[in-house]
């Protein structure tokens, strides 16, 4: 039980010094995605292999990256 707990307690300690690259990552890939105005399939599924294959934002859950993409998103067409 205690192994659970301390497993749970380093994940979400992993996850909070790991948030500020996720958010930068995130920004980086929508401002390169919306160069030509819009974000493909293709770019979407570029961004799932890399919260897929980055050590760094593999112990996030896939659709907070993508949420924080398409706030960038937002963020850039506005």
Do not use: T, W
Request: net charge negative; with cysteine.
């Amino acid at each position: 039980m205690f192994e659970k707990l301390r497993d749970a307690i380093q994940e979400a300690v992993e996850r909070h010094k790991h948030r500020p690259f996720l958010e930068a990552a995130m920004a980086a890939c929508a401002y390169v995605a919306m160069a030509d105005g819009s974000i493909s399939i293709g770019e979407r599924g570029r961004v799932d292999d890399i919260l897929e294959h980055l050590d760094q934002l593999r112990i996030f859950d896939p659709h907070d990256g993508v949420d924080l993409l398409n706030e960038f998103a937002d963020g850039l067409r506005e």
